[in-house]
């Protein structure tokens, strides 16, 4: 569904994209994670063909972005972080300039979202706030029988409540074993709910991309009494943090770590919060 290979950019600040390269097949959904600053938008920009790349190759459906970028693109619903519409429109106005665009736009499926998530296709969009943008940014991108969708950051700035309809929505979606969700976000409690696979890239080089559950059985937090911290120890954590109360850290060896301090040592699963942050300073 959509192969990342190698794919490299240099900017002339000194931010580089280095070597980013994974897979998703379809079916999944993949959660997109690193810290502001990391590449992730460009990372998406590069995909979606919207700057030139340096080096390596994006391939969707089977095909190079560039080769047949209308035909691809024809089969993406896409969720930018920020909405790029005519402000003085309305929804229905900006919605028949769009629809067009796509050959299987489904007019009934649209309204069905509309109504959905409560949006009124008279109101202009510069009166949206940014969370009903968002829902209106979706319904656009959920209704052309997309293949691939792809998301950067859809869910920040909305309220818990209608996070979780779009987990659902998206979680329905997947049903269809065709189709696949590509999912940028700093939320990444979101991602623990429905993502398949996790890409972590940070300062805009690879960290990993794994399954979700044998990366949430690879990591562990261990926390325990500083006074254990022997150099055998702490060679064993990716990260430590130390205060006046004790330590807390991230690692890959949490059973021989257990095995070597004493019975008052907790072992928890990490999250991914977790994991983005240790790794991060790690970084």
Known sequence: MLEVKNLSKKFKEGFQLEDISFKLEPGYIMGFIGPNGSGKTTTINLIMNLMKRDSGSVKIFGEDITANEKEIKNRIGFVYDEAHFYDDLTLEQMKKIIAPFYKEWNESLYRDYIDKF????????????????????????????????????????????????????????????????????????????????????????????????????????????????????????????ETGYGFEGLTREATRLKAMLDDNTLVENASLQDIMYYMRAEG
């Open 118 to 241: 409560e949006l009124d296709p008279r109101m202009r969009i510069k009166k949206l706030s940014k969370g009903m943008k968002t829902k209106y940014s979706l319904a656009l991108a959920l209704s052309h029988n997309a293949d691939l969708i792809i998301m950067d950051e859809p869910t920040s700035g909305l309220d818990p409540i209608f996070r979780k309809e779009i987990l659902d929505i998206l979680y329905d979606i997947i049903q269809d074993e065709r189709k696949s969700i590509f999912f940028s976000t700093h939320i990444t409690t979101d991602l623990e709910q429905i993502a398949d696979y996790i890409t972590f890239i940070n300062k805009g080089k690879m960290v990993f991309s794994k399954p979700k559950d044998e990366i949430m059985e690879e990591f562990k937090i261990v926390k325990g009494d500083s006074r254990n911290l022997t150099p055998d120890v702490r060679e064993r954590f990716i990260k430590l943090r």
